[in-house]
């Protein structure tokens, strides 16, 4: 929107330009200077003064509108008939982690095609600002405060999730993958996570319950945030 309204503008401004331009030998005569009280003729009785401001006040109106339509559907929230995954998302000092309803967790947030999708976004230490740029989704992560988003995925593929505002020296590796999967595929995923309650052979919490792909994952994340604990240290 911003860019055709940019155009226009400028479009106009260089058409003017171009027919008020400066031409050699040809003198515009001089007016008469107007006299204390006397209103200026030709002006059209303000009429483009009056278009104007009518187109003006259109699209502010038709933006405003616009904005709202899609605030109260975000903030609305998907349908219950739309059976939404609903998955907490927890930021921490460098990396998200993930819960799943059964209670599985992991550092990469999968989810299945053209499924709502409720996110509850909250951190462990500092603000955060959650956000994945794929779906035009941003929630803020305050410690002790939960804040929910939802999207709708509607091509698979990975994304990426990043931190949105500054958290520290790590602020910049501070993401993980958004897997998008296929309905049978998520499902058969989402089964051999089991329940969650029992920790993976590598004695770390992230891997309770997780499957092979998730493991390395989260070693990956873990990876990055050692590695900026090493630099901080040096």
């Not at 009518?54 to 038709?62: G, L, M, P, R």
Request: glycine share 10%; net charge negative; with cysteine.
């Amino acid at each position: 929107m911003g860019t055709v309204v940019g155009i226009v503008v400028i479009s106009y401004m260089v058409y003017n330009a171009y027919k008020y331009r400066e031409r050699d030998g040809h003198e515009e005569p001089m007016a008469d200077p107007l006299q204390l009280g006397e209103l200026p003729q030709g002006g059209g009785d303000g009429k483009k003064l009056a278009i104007s401001l009518t187109i003006s006040a259109i699209i502010v109106v038709a933006l405003i509108g616009w904005a709202y339509v899609l605030l109260v559907d975000v903030e609305a929230g998907p349908s219950p008939s739309a059976d939404p995954l609903e998955v907490e998302v927890e930021g921490i000092q460098f990396a998200w982690q993930y819960e799943y309803p059964n209670g599985h967790t992991t550092n990469t947030l999968r989810v299945p095609e053209d499924r709502a999708v409720t996110l509850t976004v909250t951190s462990g230490d500092v603000f955060h600002t959650f956000g994945i740029p794929a779906f035009d989704l941003k929630a803020d992560a305050i410690p002790g405060q939960t804040t929910q988003r939802w999207f709708r995925p509607n091509e698979t593929g990975t994304y990426q999730a990043q931190c949105f505002e500054l958290c520290g020296s790590g602020h910049s590796v501070m993401e993980s993958d958004v897997i998008v999967m296929e309905p049978t595929e998520f499902e058969q995923w989402y089964a051999e996570t089991g329940s969650g309650t029992n920790t993976a052979a590598t004695g770390n919490p992230s891997d309770a319950g997780s499957t092979p792909a998730d493991r390395t994952a989260n070693d990956s994340s873990a990876a990055s945030i050692q590695r900026v604990v090493t630099t901080l240290q040096q």
